[in-house]
């Protein structure tokens, strides 16, 4: 056995010779950031070897100096004899951070407000199809001494009017105890179901009020819980954080590699439930003081591989041609089926998929969006983890994936990180110095840089000269802030360690640039090769909407001059957040809104863009600042040559 | 921490100063017989003390020279400091021994032929509703995309004619890889429900010919299971064992008790799911090849207790005035819910109780009798570690209980046991010599005495006056085989340990055989009782059939003349062995046969009678050999005038 003791973690490890660095801190719960998964290509995972000695080679990602103070990469390193390490902490664990964070209660109502109006504006029913009765049952006696269950029966038939009811094991086991408590005065949660009850819950007095609903959102970055009164349908809370999956990989890919190895597929369906979503809804319960098991039915909204995870289903056809999903509609699932914090006959219901790489969340977004009952041609771009887009109105919609990568939640940028406190999520360069002037969520110190600061970044750096239209800086330029390293690479330092408390310099270097460009490239090229498969141009969009976890900084504006989206009227445009929350908290709310969502599912059509003759082309020429053919963006064009 | 070195059994154990010896043993799974649940009554947990000092007291159970020797009751116990201990062993494992026992294929026949020879009779189907199919599915490609559910959904549809499936989360689960294993040839097991049908299982290839169904009596002393072809309705293998519960109390009373301390309802659950019934369903998958996954619909038939604690279910008020039941009806159960080594969507269906003490194991024995259906007035005495009892016909159907005690599993009686290997159960006297003729199950050496041996035994004794009509023994009888202790509690030798190669004499004293005679008391005054309560005697009785543990040699003649039985014409009775396990095995292999179950289940009438006026006195008076009103047995009369 041999010792590895985590110095930055106060935890000593034993494991075996050879085994891989990376594996024994996921194994030990340590994290370590690694996207790309432990494929040696991404640097993140560089680690500090304090003492001893290991089987590791030196890459492109780690730096001379870095290599002498003992800097390795976990992935590559294999241990062979007992060892210290210290894990760089401050960015990877704010960039993935399982910190709760709590909800901006007024900004909230806001979105949840709107959502609301998309019920009344349609008309659709403000209901859910499980009731909470105050029963007293009659003791019973000697002469009168019918079973407890049949006892529960004959009630319910001589007062609620049904015929049977039907219950889960759980609750029979606790049934004698509960009825016994207050004299067979107790509350019953319940579904009807024609002549039928299934009971949820059985509770001691009267507990009437206390009825609610969970949606979530399962992001590849971020999960969002958001805890509902289902009597008022009013949101009481929410709360978020990184997806504890992210320690297996950035992005879906990676994950349905790891998944496909040894208890792979546990882990990562563990990580979700057992790591991200159940200490959520436990600091939800706590903060209200809710009982789990008055909480009966959750809408859960994520893509096709997160929903697929978070049932623990195998998941490799969907990465494997024909891309072939286990499934799109919702399974029958209870919360005990899947070991969710909630009442165990809790009704899950997952959001439908459309195709391998259209999900959930979609669905979810496009009928918060209300695309479903729009005369109006509406572009939907969800700027998550990846991107996905769909076109239409409520006679037609159409979708697509493009692999664009966790660049707008921070991934593959070397100091990128998630839309919470410290990132920096506004960025201006003055053109005189070069300096930046920043914007940082919770007016803290900067910890590293969100989607819609990399994007008004890019766009400043355009602009102020700092790099050329493919993203590369000038070799020119004279400046403290724009420096090169021994591969020249150049980078330009957003923040001096020294000008803040920091460990490093927040930096975005030429390989963020490109990736960056590349996941724009890919959104764009993707939203105009759907509008053409149509026979249409983006002259028809009436209205585009921006989905995401990129932040509510996006600047519209910055975005259209980058060549993130195309350069139409600004009007038209509108940021309106995680509409995969709000869409799913509409499932949960309102019956009619829950048909409707299985409704998109079933009629959205699907457009695969690698079989599609001309994607590729497009998505070359929209590997640009903004794009090959300046033409389709006439405002940037008299920009530059201003 | 104090070490506990159990020497018979190779542990030590650790615990703390204070702990109860029979506690620390049973938490340790080492098995010391505690029929009364520690309560210092029986003294059946006898152990010796081989090293160190413990806090106990001698009590009338421990003689002089046994306390000498370091004999002492774990019940009683404390340790103070590291002890060693001895358990004896070979009585107590026989006894309750979870050895597991196969099937003597041709007696089974024969019990299983006469029940399908009821359903023959009766025009009961000979169907369930589980059905296997091998299919073919079209396999996916780029151009027909469809998820596997949706694809496995429209091949349903388009060939089998049902809109829809429905399954368990574990279906989905392995899925995608079953689907792809051999080419989308795979065989669905499933349920049909109207439009709908309910998929259990599938596999890889064609194997519509394995599909089985268990029938399962849960005794309180003995666990039988039933391995049945679905397809031949055959009894393919049984295997039985004692129930591991035991060692929480031979009885139901002492079990519910447990059941309301610490964790006790769990153990007792445990016990006889996964220390009972999962080794013995595993055993009979290892002999015939079987994958669990085959099993796809159960049966169980146990009384009240065996259910509730099966379910896991809360069982303390079936003891508390006014004897509650938690449920009678089965609710509904899949083989997942409750852990059993079976399919986990395989239906588990409870048979019916009726009351606290009229079980399940009744109504199915009642289903196996036919007394539903008979002409003929029916009394159906059922003799397992309870007495129950139903008589009627196909008009109507009275039953009760009677706390007859576990004598006729060997329970209560110093030297008994289960009707297993080693058991002595056929017993005649020499009148000269006083010597016994032994016959013993195995032919092999003795064990102990199982409940058919021992109604020979009292009867021998009663005829060749070594007993008075009171179960005492003469005292002026001068023979080897007859001693007295230091309290003058009389026994009788029967097997003495030099002829065997024993332990311990095999004996049975007069505080056994007054336990013997309370127990058949209490059934006779059940029977007449119950018959009595509808203005009848015995007289109107057209059959008896005696079904239960007691074992296949049970003496008619033996049983009428010690009172356990009426004194009426012989040809009337028959012996119907486990009939719970046949009505399980009928329920099983027949919808007809199932929803009689239910009907008798509804259908039965439940008396008390600890609450009738009369019970009392009868059973009193039932206390002798064979009855205080020898008038009952004119036979019996006759032989003693004789």
């Known amino acids: 056995m041999i010792k590895v003791n985590f110095k930055s973690h106060n935890k000593e490890i034993y494991c075996n010779k050879g085994d891989n660095l990376l594996e024994i801190a996921r194994n030990s719960n340590i994290f370590i950031d690694a996207p790309c998964n432990g494929s040696v290509s991404c640097g993140k995972c560089k680690v500090k070897l304090l003492k001893g000695n290991v089987d590791s080679e030196k890459t492109l990602h780690i730096k001379d100096d870095e290599w002498e103070q003992g800097y390795i990469l976990a992935c590559n390193t294999t241990v062979i004899e007992d060892i210290e390490i210290e894990v760089p902490s401050k960015l990877s664990s704010s960039m993935h951070g399982m910190k709760i964070e709590g909800s901006d209660k007024k900004k909230d109502k806001q979105i949840f407000d709107r959502a609301k109006n998309i019920i009344e504006t349609h008309n659709l029913d403000f209901k859910t199809n499980i009731v909470k009765t105050y029963i007293e049952i009659e003791e019973p006696t000697l002469d009168d001494n019918l079973s407890d269950v049949d006892r529960l029966e004959r009630h319910v038939r001589n007062n609620l009017g049904f015929n049977e009811i039907d219950f889960k094991l759980e609750l029979l086991r606790k049934m004698p105890v509960i009825l016994r408590e207050n004299d067979f005065k107790v509350t019953i949660t319940y579904v009807k179901k024609k002549n039928k009850i299934t009971i949820l819950n059985i509770e001691s007095g009267n507990s009437e009020d206390k009825l609610y609903g969970v ?40 994950r349905i590699i790891y998944s496909t190895k040894k208890d792979g597929l546990t882990k990562l369906n563990q990580a979700v439930i057992d790591d991200t979503i159940n200490p959520l809804l436990e600091s939800l319960y706590v903060r209200n003081d809710i009982n789990k098991d008055n909480v009966v039915t959750l809408v859960v909204a994520g893509n096709t591989t997160m929903s697929s995870l978070f049932l623990g289903v195998y998941t490799d056809y969907l990465r494997q041609e024909p891309f072939i999903p286990p499934f799109l509609k919702s399974p029958k699932i209870m919360g005990q089926d899947i070991g969710l914090n909630v009442n165990d006959s809790a009704y899950v219901y997952l959001a439908p998929s459309v195709a391998s790489y259209v999900g959930g969340d979609i669905t979810a977004g496009v009928l918060s969006a209300g695309i479903w009952a729009s005369e109006e041609n509406i572009l939907f771009i969800d700027l998550g983890t990846n991107g996905e887009i769909v076109f239409g109105n409520k006679d037609y919609m159409m979708s697509c994936a493009c692999s664009a990568g966790p660049a707008f939640e921070g991934g593959g940028i070397s100091c990128g990180m998630r839309a919470s406190n410290g990132a920096i999520e506004k960025v201006s360069i003055d053109k005189a110095n070069l300096n930046p002037n920043l914007t940082i969520i919770g007016e803290c110190e900067p910890i590293g840089i969100c989607g819609s600061g990399i994007i008004d970044l890019i766009c400043q750096m355009l602009l102020t000269g700092i790099i050329d239209r493919r993203g590369k800086i000038y070799r020119d330029l004279d400046n403290k802030r724009i420096r090169f390293n021994e591969h020249d ?154």
Chains 1, 2 share one sequence.
């Open 489 to 642: 690479i150049g980078e330009y330092v957003l923040a001096f360690k020294e000008d803040y408390n920091l460990e490093n310099d927040i930096t975005v270097n030429e390989v963020d640039i490109d990736n960056f460009i590349r996941t724009k490239g890919a959104i764009y090229s993707g939203a105009s090769t759907l509008i053409e498969s149509l026979g249409m141009d983006f002259s028809v969009i009436d209205k585009v909407y921006i989905a995401g976890g990129i932040g509510n900084n996006l600047n519209i504006e910055n975005s259209i001059l980058i060549g993130l989206l195309p350069d139409i009227e600004r009007e038209k445009f509108a940021y309106i957040g995680n509409s995969s929350l709000v869409g799913s908290y509409l499932a949960l709310i309102s019956k009619d809104a829950k048909k409707k969502l299985q409704q998109i599912g079933n009629e959205m059509t699907y457009v695969e863009l690698s079989v599609y003759p001309t994607y590729m082309d497009e998505f070359i020429s929209a590997c640009f600042l903004p794009h090959t053919n300046i033409e389709q963006f006439p405002t940037v064009k008299k920009l530059l040559e201003d």
């Open 215 to 254: 949606a979530i959102d399962i992001g590849t970055t971020s999960v969002v819980v958001c805890l509902v009164d289902l009597y008022t349908k009013e949101v009481i809370d929410k709360a978020s954080s990184g997806n504890a999956q992210i320690k297996y990989g950035a992005d879906v890919i990676h």
